[in-house]
C-alpha cells in the first residue's frame, strides 16, 4: 500500500520548506520533496515561474513532481511536496487522488500555510538565501492567488501568529485528522 502524499502550500514566506523538512523529519519513513529544487534542476532556459510566460515549464516541471511523489509513495515513504501549488495546479496529482480514493494508491492531503499578507510579506523579505523572492510586487500578487480558495478554504491554516512549532502542530493535526485530503471534486478543471 502507498503511503500518504502531503502537499504543502501557500504564497512565498508562508513556512513551507520549513515546516514540511519537520514533518517528513517527525517520519519513521519519509521524503522532502522541496520543488524549487526542481525548477533549478532546468540548466539553461529557465524561466522565473511567477511569470505568465513561465506556464508551459511550469507544467512540465509539476508532472515531473507528480512522478517522484508518486514513486517515493509507492515505495512507502510519506511525501511532503512543498512548494507553490495553487489549485490551478492540482489537476497534475487528479489521477493520484482518484487512486487513492479507491485504496489503490496514496492518499493525498492538500494544506494551504497563508499568513495574514502584510505578515507574508515581512517573512519573505526577511529571507536571506540568495535565490529568495523577495520582490513584492510578486510575492503580494502569488499571495492573493492563495486568497480565494472557495471549496479549498478548509484546507487552510493561518500561520499568522505562529511560530514554526505550532505550525507543524497544526499541519500534523489536519493531516491525522483527515480533514484536508484532496476532493477531486474540489480540484479546478484547467480552462474553467
Not at 50 to 56: F, G, I, K, R, W
Request: proline share 6%; aromatic share 6%; charged share 20%.
Amino acid at each position: 500500500m502507498s503511503a500518504d502524499i502531503i502537499i504543502l502550500t501557500g504564497p512565498p514566506g508562508a513556512g513551507k520548506s520549513t515546516v514540511a523538512r519537520a514533518v517528513a523529519q517527525s517520519q519513521p519513513r519519509a521524503v522532502h520533496l522541496h520543488t524549487d529544487d526542481f525548477w533549478g534542476f532546468i540548466a539553461s532556459g529557465a524561466i522565473a515561474p511567477y511569470l505568465p510566460e513561465s506556464d508551459a515549464q511550469n507544467q512540465t516541471v509539476l508532472r515531473v513532481i507528480r512522478e517522484a511523489a508518486r514513486a517515493y509513495a509507492a515505495g512507502g515513504y510519506l511525501t511532503v511536496v512543498d512548494g507553490i501549488i495553487g489549485p490551478w495546479m492540482l489537476h497534475h496529482f487528479g489521477d493520484l487522488v482518484a487512486a487513492g480514493e479507491h485504496g489503490e494508491g496514496p492518499r493525498v492531503h492538500y494544506i494551504v500555510l497563508r499568513p495574514s499578507r502584510d505578515e507574508t510579506l515581512r517573512r519573505a523579505q526577511a529571507r536571506t538565501a540568495a535565490d529568495a523572492l523577495v520582490a513584492e510586487g510578486p510575492i503580494l500578487s502569488l499571495w492573493d492567488q492563495f486568497a480565494e480558495l472557495a471549496a479549498l478554504e478548509a484546507h487552510v491554516i493561518d500561520t499568522s501568529g505562529q511560530n514554526p512549532d505550532e505550525t507543524v502542530d497544526a499541519v500534523a493535526a489536519a493531516i491525522s485528522g483527515g480533514g484536508c485530503l484532496l476532493d477531486l471534486r474540489a480540484v479546478p478543471v484547467p480552462g474553467d
